[in-house]
Nanobody
Framework: QVQLVESGGGLVQPGGSLRLSCAVSGFTSDYHAIAWFRQAPGKEREGVSCFVTADNSAYYTDSVKGRFTVSRDNAKNTVYLQMNSLKPEDTAVYYC????????????WGQGTQVTVSS
């Protein structure tokens, strides 16, 4: 059974940092990509970052470039999203999601973790 569990959210002041974790389990082979999404109240869900396992490439939406970094620890089956220089507009529920090889969409989702940036 595939399972994604996010953790690491919380309340942080503007300019602060948080590191989100996404623990992945249940895969019998490597997935194609893992992504972080976020959804703020009253807004549509948006993609924040994507990590492609085939070549360890990472992609970011423009609003977080230079501030967020995605990484993967294979030994721990965990993907991280390091978020620095946080802004109030980063406030949202953050989700990780996995896309399997050959899939056109993200197949598995975590439950989400709340990030609140406020003074």
């Amino acid at each position: 059974q595939v399972q994604l569990v996010e953790s690491g959210g919380g309340l942080v002041q503007p300019g602060g940092s948080l590191r989100l974790s996404c623990a992945v389990s249940g895969f019998t082979s490597d997935y194609h990509a893992i992504a972080w999404f976020r959804q703020a109240p009253g807004k549509e869900r948006e993609g924040v970052s994507c990590f492609v396992t085939a070549d360890n490439s990472a992609y970011y939406t423009d609003s977080v470039k230079g501030r967020f970094t995605v990484s993967r620890d294979n030994a721990k089956n965990t993907v991280y999203l390091q978020m620095n220089s946080l802004k109030p507009e980063d406030t949202a529920v953050y989700y990780c999601a996995v896309r399997e090889p050959g899939s056109a969409s993200y197949d598995y989702w975590g439950q989400g973790t709340q990030v609140t940036v406020s003074s």
